[in-house]
């Protein structure tokens, strides 16, 4: 049962780097999400997708831009890497906004 | 605007003991969920339990229960029988009403939990 998947594992960019994050779910949810974790600071939002085709911005949507173009995948672009862009980041996806998120095991990102 | 607080940054449980991690929250939405997530070193979250707000009863699945105290605003974790396994880090995490169409969880900080022998 493969639930989120999440690729690559771990990358490690150079400022001003491209890369694109992949995020895949088996589970036929609508509702997709990016978040980041940083120390001490918990899990943060980045972009949202409530279906096919839409996206919409969370609390830290800057510097990143998404794509929904098929619903079971969520795309996390990095056009021009920063290093405060350095973080592990988390796809989750849900059935409804009131169900529980399921999340993928993290990408690793450092950017030197 | 949601906060979450978690005001024990560690906590060191005896194997077998029961352990409370405690949880706070503020939001001034009538309707509102609550979870728990569990992250283990190897770094995926993965779910515990959930509260709805107009929920009566307070939640329970296995040996993890949800001690919901609405007027307080708290929603603690109550861990029975800790095992080993249990070494890991806590989020609580509060998904406010839907704004339009969606809504997004709001994190707590965390709590890492220890079970010693």
């Known amino acids: 049962n493969a639930g989120v998947t999440q690729t690559p594992k771990f990358r490690v960019l150079k400022t001003g780097q491209s890369m694109t994050l992949l995020c895949a779910q088996d589970m036929n949810h609508e509702y997709m999400y990016w978040y980041r974790q940083d120390p001490g600071m918990g899990l943060r939002l980045i972009h949202y997708s409530v279906g096919e085709g839409t996206t919409a911005k969370g609390e830290v949507p800057d510097g990143y831009n998404v794509s929904r173009l098929k619903k079971q995948n969520f795309l996390l672009g990095l056009e021009s890497a920063a290093p405060s862009q350095t973080s592990v980041y988390f796809c989750a996806s849900s059935w409804t906004v009131y169900q529980p998120q399921h999340f993928g095991d993290g990408t690793r990102l450092s950017i030197l | 605007a949601q906060k979450i607080t978690q005001t024990q940054p560690g906590m060191f449980v005896q194997e077998k003991e029961a352990v409370t991690l405690d949880c706070t929250y503020d939001t001034s939405d009538q309707s509102y969920g609550l979870f728990w997530y569990k992250q283990p070193s190897s770094g995926e979250m993965i779910f515990l339990i959930y509260?709805?707000?107009?929920?009566?009863q307070n939640a329970t699945e296995g040996r993890y229960s949800l001690n919901f105290q609405k007027a307080r605003k708290s929603a603690n974790l109550v861990i029975s029988a800790s095992q080993l396994g249990d070494s890991a880090m806590y989020f609580c995490?509060?998904?406010?009403?839907?704004?339009?169409?969606?809504?997004?969880?709001?994190f707590g900080t965390g709590t890492r939990l220890q079970v010693t022998l």
């Open positions: 995490a509060m998904r406010a009403t839907p704004t339009g169409t969606a809504s997004k969880l709001t």
């Open positions: 509260q709805g707000s107009y929920d009566e």
